[in-house]
């Protein structure tokens, strides 16, 4: 090996360990953010869930598409009758909850600033390695995380207690040929078709599937995300194409649903057309 190759060597392992250093600091403070816009979501979805619904139905980013302080307006402004009814509890609620909001947009904007640093000097770092090394097929890496986050939602639902198949049977669809799902399980004596979602496929892709599944299904959906943000967007975006549509959403994310068994494992369990919790 000549001198100038070890160089490149050396090099490369230099910006190999910066890089990995980087990625560390900004994953924490991409979780310090998204848990704080968390608090904020909770607290809308605390004080108007109805609301927060009505919000999803209107636009596919539904919460996400709302900057901190509008988040916090919002459950302020349906709070708004319980306090002028002078209701104790509810007064002390959206006191504490003006009052959280205030301090929330303020560690929000705080890890968003140390996020947007650590991302642009991961970015920087990342276009130097990019030059010393052949970038991996970016196809290929994608199917490879998809079949990973398919193979991880069957695991979590098996340990939740349901009878998975994957790959699955094809599916009749009515009137329009057949489907072929992530992967399916047994619920009543019943096979449901259900859908793993990380926000990848084109929208066009999942509108057409949601359709085909909506169809299989008799209007009752099932979704695994990996993670919470991949839920939340995708429920957003559920709620939007399914406008008027009585639904039955069942939703949970790997992240998540672990801990949880039979029924429990799904996070979210709605039936839009009466917006009551199953």
Same mark, same amino acid.
Request: proline residues 6%.
């Given at each position: 090996m000549n001198v100038e190759q070890q160089s490149q060597d050396v090099a490369l392992r230099q910006?190999?360990?910066?890089? #990995?250093?980087?990625?560390?600091? =900004? &994953?924490?403070? $991409? #979780?310090?953010?998204?848990?704080? =816009? &968390?608090?904020? $979501?909770?607290?809308?979805?605390?004080?108007?869930?109805?609301?927060?619904?009505?919000?999803?139905?209107?636009?596919?980013?539904g919460l996400d598409g709302l900057p901190p302080r509008h988040v916090a307006d919002l459950a302020l402004a349906a709070a708004t009758p319980l306090l002028r009814a002078g209701i104790p509890a509810d007064v002390q609620r959206c006191l504490e909850a003006e009052a959280r909001a205030a301090d929330v947009e303020r560690r929000l904007r705080a890890a968003q600033e140390q996020a947007a640093q650590a991302a642009a000097e991961s970015g920087l770092l990342r276009e130097q390695l990019h030059a010393l090394q052949d970038a991996s097929d970016p196809l290929a890496c994608q199917s490879q995380a998809r079949r990973a986050h398919v193979r991880a939602a069957a695991d979590l639902l098996t340990a939740a207690g349901y009878a998975i198949r994957l790959p699955p049977d094809p599916l009749p669809v009515p009137g329009d040929g057949a489907l072929l799902p992530d992967l399916t399980l047994l619920l009543d004596g019943r096979t449901l078709a259900v859908e793993v979602e990380d926000g990848r496929r084109p929208l066009a892709e999942r509108e057409a599937r949601w359709a085909a599944c909506y169809a299989v299904n008799g209007g009752h959906l099932c979704f695994v995300s990996p993670n919470r943000r991949a839920l939340e967007a995708l429920r957003s975006e559920v709620h939007y194409w399914a406008e008027t549509r009585p639904l039955v959403l069942w939703m949970t994310d790997v992240e998540r649903g672990g801990a949880q068994k039979g029924e429990l494992v799904w996070l979210v369990r709605r039936q839009t057309q009466q917006s009551s919790t199953i």
């Amino acid at each position: 090996m000549n001198v100038e190759q070890q160089s490149q060597d050396v090099a490369l392992r230099q910006l190999q360990t910066l890089l #990995e250093a980087q990625t560390r600091l =900004r &994953r924490a403070a $991409e #979780e310090r953010e998204q848990e704080t =816009r &968390r608090e904020l $979501e909770r607290l809308a979805e605390g004080i108007c869930p109805q609301k927060v619904d009505e919000l999803r139905r209107l636009s596919p980013t539904g919460l996400d598409g709302l900057p901190p302080r509008h988040v916090a307006d919002l459950a302020l402004a349906a709070a708004t009758p319980l306090l002028r009814a002078g209701i104790p509890a509810d007064v002390q609620r959206c006191l504490e909850a003006e009052a959280r909001a205030a301090d929330v947009e303020r560690r929000l904007r705080a890890a968003q600033e140390q996020a947007a640093q650590a991302a642009a000097e991961s970015g920087l770092l990342r276009e130097q390695l990019h030059a010393l090394q052949d970038a991996s097929d970016p196809l290929a890496c994608q199917s490879q995380a998809r079949r990973a986050h398919v193979r991880a939602a069957a695991d979590l639902l098996t340990a939740a207690g349901y009878a998975i198949r994957l790959p699955p049977d094809p599916l009749p669809v009515p009137g329009d040929g057949a489907l072929l799902p992530d992967l399916t399980l047994l619920l009543d004596g019943r096979t449901l078709a259900v859908e793993v979602e990380d926000g990848r496929r084109p929208l066009a892709e999942r509108e057409a599937r949601w359709a085909a599944c909506y169809a299989v299904n008799g209007g009752h959906l099932c979704f695994v995300s990996p993670n919470r943000r991949a839920l939340e967007a995708l429920r957003s975006e559920v709620h939007y194409w399914a406008e008027t549509r009585p639904l039955v959403l069942w939703m949970t994310d790997v992240e998540r649903g672990g801990a949880q068994k039979g029924e429990l494992v799904w996070l979210v369990r709605r039936q839009t057309q009466q917006s009551s919790t199953i």
